[in-house]
C-alpha cells in the first residue's frame, strides 16, 4: 500500500475512534462541585460532606469526583434553587428557608417527633422516599440525602423558662413558622434571626433568649451567654436539610456510578448525617454540664401547649395536604412514626 494512503486510513480510523470514545469518555468522568454556606472547618463539612465525597470517589473507582467549592456561590436560602439551575452542581440547605415551597416537610419539624438525630434523619428519608419523592417541589434535582436537629430547645441567659408565666413576654429569637406558632401560643414574644446571629442580638437586648438544639449553642459559641436550657422531650422543634444534586448533572452519569453512589447516599448518607449531629449534641451537652450549666424541663402547663400545637398543625396540614402534593398526611406521619420507633428499639 502506498505509504500516503496508509497514513490517511490510519488518521481516519483515529478519527473515528475519537467519534465514538469522546461521549464515553465525559460520561465516565464527572468532576461535580458543591456549595456549602458554612466554614470548611464546620462539623457539617468536614464530618459528613468531606467523607461521604470520599465514599463517592472511591465506590466510582474515580470516575466521579466533588470538589468544594473555595466559597459559597449564594446565600443560604439559595442554595436549593442554585443546585436546581445548575448554578453549583450539589448543594445542602434548610427546608426551613423556604417555608411554603416545601410545606410537606413541616411535619417532620413539628414538637415532639424525636430527640435521636439519627433515628429522625433515617425515618425522614424513608418517608420521603415513600410519599414524597414525586412531588412537584422536588423537580429539577435528586435528593441524595435528608437530615435533621435531632430537638431544638428553650435557651436563656439567667432563668429557666419552664412555666407560662416565666416565658409570658420574653423576647424568644427564633426561625420558621412553626417556632413562631409555639412562641406566640406559649405567650412569649418570637423575633425572627439567624441562630448564628443570636449572640449579638442578645447583646444588643433585642432578644431575652433563643431557641437552639444543644450543638449550636456550643457551636455558634452561645454557652457562654446561654447557661440555662429547658429540654423539651422528644423536641420542641426540629429543622429539616437536603443534600441535592442538578437533576441534569446527575443523568450525565452513568447508571452504573449512580447505583454506586446511591449505596454511600440516600439512607446511608441521612444516617451519618444523623450520627454527627447526635455526636455533636452529646458533646455540646457534657460540655456545659461540666461548665455548670442548668438544664431542667416545662413544666405541664408548657407542656399541655406544646402537645396541642401540635394536634392542630397536624389537623391543619392533613386538610392542606392535596394543595402541596401529600394526599393522605395522616398516613405520612404513621408511617414515619412507625418507622421512628422501629429505628429506636
Known sequence: MNPRIRIKALGATLAAAAVWSSPMTAQANTSLTLSSWVPPAHFVVKDILVPWSEEVKKVTQGRVTINLLPKAVGSPPQHFELARKGVADI????FTYEPERFKMMW?????LMGSNCEATSVALWRSYDKFLASNEAFKGVRMLGVGMLGGGQFNHPNK???TLDAL??????MGGPIQKRLLEELGAIPVAGPGPK???????GQIDASLHPMESVVNFRLDGVLKHHTIVPNGLYDATFFIVINEGK???ISK???????KVSGEALSRKWGQEFDKQAQSAETKMRKDGHVFGTPGKDVMNIIRKVRADMLQELNNEGPKFGVSNHNAMIDFYEQQYKLLTK
Open 91 to 94: 448543594t445542602w440547605g434548610n
Open 107 to 111: 411535619f417532620a419539624e413539628l414538637p
Open 168 to 173: 409570658k413576654g420574653q423576647k424568644v429569637r
Open 256 to 262: 452504573a456510578d449512580q447505583a454506586a453512589i446511591m
Open 198 to 204: 443570636a449572640y449579638e442580638m442578645l447583646q444588643g
Open 160 to 162: 429557666q423558662v419552664d
Open 250 to 252: 446527575w443523568n450525565k
